[in-house]
């Protein structure tokens, strides 16, 4: 049995031997003394205060400790352990589409895992699995989507409560390679939340030269006026090959064209990524600006048109979808609304260039498959021992004891009262 | 206190006169000044006869001398039959064990009685109680020292009332009641104000016990002999507050039964009994009725 809150407990125990010292000196009546004129003395309590050496009114006293201790004990949150394995793990498996070897994440795992720890699978989406159901989301392709390592740790967090109650410390186990692709602006904090220490066994990543979406050649099929083609020999990237490129999974191709072809929808089923962004579109009317997953480009910019898809790779300044993506095959056709002025060096510039990198980033939007740096690393990992079972319930968490000893304090004070009125009676 | 415990008392009072407040109504002879005006030969003065006189008290030689008739009216003496009502509740019998303050109400009651005595006044007592003793009004010898046998086989107990027994007191012309108060007090004094109004001389005397005025300074729980509901604590955070309700009582007390037309004295168990006595009757030159 431990208690959430043990300077609680504390204060309790030393509160019953501040009782007790109180009964040392205890406000014992004084020695009667027959006065005829005591109706002049003023009313008073019918007590004053007289030392002994021995402790007076011992049941009122065993009553008020009781009652005392009863009620520090739940409000400091007492929970029953039962027979338990003295450290449980809770094994965070990241199997995101920036790990390399999907294999190896399961074998460290289950090197890793026993009886009664706890799984949670980092894929597109986080949640808790058993160890069956990770060795068949390792035999799937790779999700299109980044997976969250904040989501991980948040579902990681509520299995933490359930094995707590049956273990003394729970340990937190990070399986990853822990790129860049993962973190997000809130993991560093929800990690901090975790009151202990991590083991991080990190697994290899996928190339980076693979998925860099700001070096990988991109196919196009344009007209050789084409602004874009402008815009990709800028950075380098035009020059992939048109027909030898669509069994690459790697392959990105940008069709300007107003249709795609059975070939362009066969790179996207390859797992191949298609940019279907056509030249011509009757703009409805015209924006001031558009945004991408890392850039803005300010302009007047004649709005077609808006796409309709699941997930939004670029929206305009006012909410609505300027380019999504939806998959197809293994990999994705994206649909980009987007023209351009026919006149002007719109396509040269710089914030526009940028929101063609991110427009042409690998199925799944623009992937970071930067590994994490050592500050980032020390702070996942953390300090200090793994986390003690009773930092990680919380103090709203269901306590059936609390009731009980609540129950048996009333109850010792309802005695109390009854017991020191039937003196005062007497 | 056996009788001959009083005798250093009454030593000390031998002698001293206790002369009444106003003319008595007693007719028999005696040292005090009648209303009676009768046949002495102290003279007073002369009265023109009116029908109705009685002829025998006409100065006869004045009228062969004048040919006037006139009444040789002179003053008559008489006793004070004097009746002490003395307080034997419960809370007379204070401080335990001592009992000082009954005992100085026994020889204030002894030494009084010996003064009237003295003045040839007959004397009597009445000790109301559970067991109500009395000693009627008696002038013979020896009636002091039944007196004090009287109250010396008294143990005060219970709460009767004294004003029955003051509402009884017919034949008394002095009226002594020796009390602490702390009975029926209002009734008491109305008691009172009807003898007074009969033209008898009540002389109250407030007995309290200096442990009362100054109570001890350690923590008690003071309880009332005469109500067992009054139980409270007496300690430092109280007793001034006591001191000064019970003060506040007693000036209430000396102001009501002084407006009453009784003689109020109060006495205090530790004041010697003879100078009291003088207190009360008015002999003491350094003293002065409070």
């Not at chain 1, 998959?327 to 719109?346: E, I, K, N, T, Y």
Request: proline fraction near 5%; include cysteine.
């Amino acid at each position: 049995m431990s208690v959430l809150l043990p300077w609680l407990a504390a204060a309790g125990v030393l509160g019953a031997l501040a009782m007790a010292a109180l009964h040392l000196l205890a406000r014992n009546e004084p020695p009667r003394w027959l006065l005829p004129t005591a109706r002049f003395v003023p009313e008073s309590r019918e007590r004053a205060p007289s030392r002994a050496l021995h402790l007076s009114d011992k049941r009122l006293l065993a009553l008020r400790v009781v009652a005392l201790l009863a009620v520090a004990l739940a409000a400091a949150g007492p929970w029953w352990h039962g027979a338990r394995a003295v450290r449980a793990q809770l094994i965070v498996a990241d199997l995101s589409r920036t790990v390399a070897d999907r294999a190896a994440v399961a074998a460290a795992v289950r090197a890793a895992w026993r009886t009664g720890d706890a799984i949670v699978l980092l894929d597109r989406s986080a949640r808790e699995v058993t160890l069956a159901q990770l060795d068949s989301a390792v035999v799937r392709p790779p999700a299109v989507r980044a997976g969250r390592l904040s989501a991980a740790l948040l579902v990681a967090r509520e299995a933490a409560r359930r094995l707590a109650r049956d273990a003394d410390t729970v340990a937190l186990v990070l399986v990853s390679p822990l790129t860049s692709d993962v973190m997000d602006d809130a993991t560093l904090a929800i990690r901090a939340r975790w009151p202990g220490a991590a083991r991080v066994e990190r697994v290899g990543m996928v190339s980076g030269a693979v998925l860099d979406a700001d070096t990988t050649r991109v196919t196009l099929r344009a007209e050789s006026s084409d602004p874009i083609r402008a815009s990709l020999a800028l950075d380098g990237r035009l020059g992939g090959r048109s027909d030898g490129g669509t069994t690459a999974r790697s392959s990105i191709r940008l069709v300007r064209a107003a249709t795609l072809t059975s070939g362009d929808s066969a790179v996207a089923r390859a797992g191949g990524t298609v940019v279907h962004w056509p030249e011509q579109l009757a703009a409805r009317d015209t924006v001031g600006a558009v945004r991408s997953a890392r850039a803005v480009f300010v302009a007047t910019l004649p709005r077609p048109v808006s796409p309709e898809g699941a997930l939004v790779v670029a929206h305009w300044v006012d909410g609505r979808a300027a380019a999504v993506e939806a998959p197809l095959g293994q990999g994705c056709v994206r649909r980009v609304a987007l023209s351009l002025a026919p006149a002007g060096d719109a396509a040269l510039r710089a914030s526009f260039r940028a929101i063609v990198r991110d427009l042409l980033a690998p199925c799944g939007g623009v992937r970071d498959v930067r590994a994490v740096d050592d500050a980032t690393l020390r702070a996942l990992a953390g300090t200090g021992p793994a986390a003690a079972s009773a930092a990680l319930v919380t103090p709203t968490a269901d306590l059936p004891f609390v009731r009980w000893l609540l129950a048996l304090a009333a109850i010792a004070l309802a005695v109390e009262w009854w017991l020191r009125t039937r003196q005062e009676r007497t | 206190m056996a009788a001959a415990g009083y005798g250093a008392l009454l030593d000390a009072l031998r002698g001293l006169s206790w002369p009444a407040r106003r003319a008595s109504r007693g007719a028999t002879s005696g040292t005090h000044a009648s209303r009676l005006r009768g046949t002495s030969a102290e003279f007073t003065e002369y009265r023109a006869y009116r029908q109705g006189d009685d002829p025998r008290r006409l100065d006869w030689k004045l009228l062969a001398r004048t040919d006037k008739a006139f009444l040789r009216i002179t003053n008559e003496r008489a006793v004070m039959p004097t009746l002490f009502v003395l307080d034997a509740s419960a809370s007379m019998a204070f401080p335990q064990p001592t009992l000082e303050k009954w005992q100085q109400a026994c020889r204030l009651t002894v030494g009084l009685a010996a003064v009237a005595h003295g003045a040839a006044d007959p004397v009597g007592i009445i000790v109301p109680g559970p067991v109500r003793r009395a000693l009627p009004l008696r002038a013979r010898g020896g009636v002091v020292g039944e007196i004090a046998r009287l109250v010396d086989g008294v143990t005060p107990a219970g709460d009767a009332s004294l004003a029955l027994v003051v509402r009884q007191a017919a034949r008394a012309a002095r009226l002594v009641v020796v009390t602490d108060l702390l009975g029926d007090a209002p009734g008491l004094l109305r008691a009172v104000r009807e003898q007074v109004t009969r033209g008898v001389d009540c002389v109250l005397l407030h007995v309290v016990a200096r442990a009362e005025l100054e109570p001890p300074t350690a923590a008690v729980m003071a309880e009332d002999p005469e109500r067992a509901d009054v139980r409270r604590a007496l300690v430092g955070a109280t007793r001034d507050g006591y001191r000064a309700a019970f003060d506040a009582w007693r000036g209430e007390q000396a102001r009501d039964w002084r407006r009453s037309g009784a003689r109020y004295v109060d006495v205090t168990d530790d004041e010697p009994a003879d100078r009291a006595v003088r207190r009360v009757i008015g002999n003491a030159r350094d003293e002065e009725d409070t």
